[in-house]
């Protein structure tokens, strides 16, 4: 099956830096890569997603980015601000498998001032 | 605007005891889930269902029950609850297959501790 692993598990950045957080993927199947975000006490949100025919996708600061080849994809984050302080989860999805997505173990985004 | 509700939010059970973790969406998705969350283990989807009826195991189905009777409810059955079921619970849904590129809309949770 599908496995994700995601780095770094903790990331601690100032205020106004930019964050990456990166993700790489076994099956060569997979066609969609999405992002949540988890606040404290709450559910994931999904925050972006991309799809294996496209090598980057914007949305005001955040921005993911896919490589095909080398099974990676990654999250960026520019003008990191305090409410960006989440758990950021990636996944994949498998194709062909009706409705599965495998999450990596997550990354601890602190943004302090 | 519910989404996806889950009740209850915490709960402590002894070992051997049973019960029921609650989940309805007034989305009229068809997919719903169950994933559990242990700390640096990402999400493990335990069941889904892909319509009232249909139910199929996810990755870790082992000591879990689930039924779908209806469209909006997707109740989750631990009988008999182990400390291994420690966990947070959460309960998602999605309009179509995650393979075409759905979203999953999550419910906030249901803290369960195993004593």
């Known amino acids: 099956g599908e496995n994700v692993e995601q780095h770094p598990s903790t990331l601690s950045v100032q205020e106004g830096d930019s964050a990456v957080i990166k993700c790489t993927y076994s099956?060569?199947?997979?066609?969609?890569f999405p992002w949540y975000k988890q606040e404290l006490g709450k559910g994931p949100q999904l925050i972006i997603d991309?799809?294996?025919?496209?090598g980057e996708k914007k949305d005001q600061r955040i921005a993911v980015t896919l490589n095909k080849t080398a099974k990676h994809f990654s999250l960026h984050i520019t003008e990191t601000q305090p409410e960006d302080s989440a758990v950021y989860f990636c996944?994949?999805?498998?194709?062909?498998?009706?409705?599965?997505?495998?999450f990596g173990t997550g990354t601890r985004l602190q943004v302090t001032l | 605007n519910a989404g996806v509700t889950q009740t209850p939010k915490f709960r402590i059970l002894k070992i051997g005891q049973s019960m029921t973790l609650q989940c309805a969406q007034d989305?009229?998705?068809?997919?719903m889930y169950w994933y559990r969350q242990d700390p640096g283990m990402g999400l493990k989807l335990i069941y889904y269902?892909?319509?009232?009826?249909?139910?199929d195991k996810g990755e870790v189905p082992n000591g879990y029950n689930v039924s779908r009777s209806t469209t909006e409810d997707f109740p989750l059955r631990l009988e008999l609850a182990a400390p291994s079921q420690t966990s947070v619970y959460f309960c998602?849904?999605?309009?179509?297959?995650?393979?075409?590129?759905?979203?999953?809309?999550f419910g906030s949770g249901t803290q369960l501790s195993v004593l």
């Open positions: 269902s892909v319509g009232a009826g249909i139910t």
């Open positions: 991309i799809r294996s025919n496209v």
């Open positions: 996944a994949a999805s498998l194709t062909g498998t009706a409705s599965k997505l495998t």
């Open positions: 989305m009229n998705h068809n997919y």
């Open positions: 998602a849904s999605s309009s179509t297959p995650i393979s075409t590129n759905e979203k999953l809309f």
């Open positions: 099956d060569s199947a997979s066609n969609y």
